[in-house]
């Protein structure tokens, strides 16, 4: 399983990218895919995840309103649209995949087999 972060950049206030995350492997039995961040000096806080099957979604309450995640199965892609962005936004983007088995979808670290490689999303004013 290798996990794929990508999409991150440089965006003004306001503005809006979208982030990609794929298993190269295409060998991945997922059960949730989550979006984390980690600003500098900070924890890696929980964005968002979503249920491989089924597509039941959970979002972190700074993000509720302006962040989507979605999925493609025939793609084994997840993606995270993220609009209105402001610079409490900074940071390096990861994306982890659940595989244990349970069915929630849930927003610790530990919760997470396979991470990527992260994306970095700066924000400027």
């Known amino acids: 399983v290798q996990l794929q972060a990508f999409g991150g950049g440089l965006v003004q206030a306001g503005g809006s990218l979208r982030l990609s995350c794929a298993d190269s492997?295409?060998?991945?039995?997922?059960?949730?895919v989550g979006w984390f961040r980690q600003a500098p000096g900070k924890e890696r806080e929980f964005v968002a995840g979503?249920?491989?099957?089924?597509?039941?979604?959970r979002y972190g309450d700074s993000v509720k309103g302006r962040f989507t995640i979605s999925r493609d199965n025939a793609k084994n892609t997840v993606y995270l649209q993220m609009n209105s962005l402001n610079r409490e936004d900074t940071g390096v983007y990861y994306c982890?995949?659940?595989?244990?088995?349970?069915?929630?979808?849930?927003?610790?670290?530990?919760?997470?087999?396979?991470w990527g490689q992260g994306t970095q999303v700066t924000v400027s004013s």
């Open positions: 982890a995949a659940d595989i244990r088995g349970y069915l929630g979808i849930y927003n610790y670290t530990s919760a997470y087999d396979y």
């Open positions: 979503i249920r491989w099957s089924g597509g039941r979604t």
């Open positions: 492997t295409r060998t991945l039995s997922t059960d949730a």
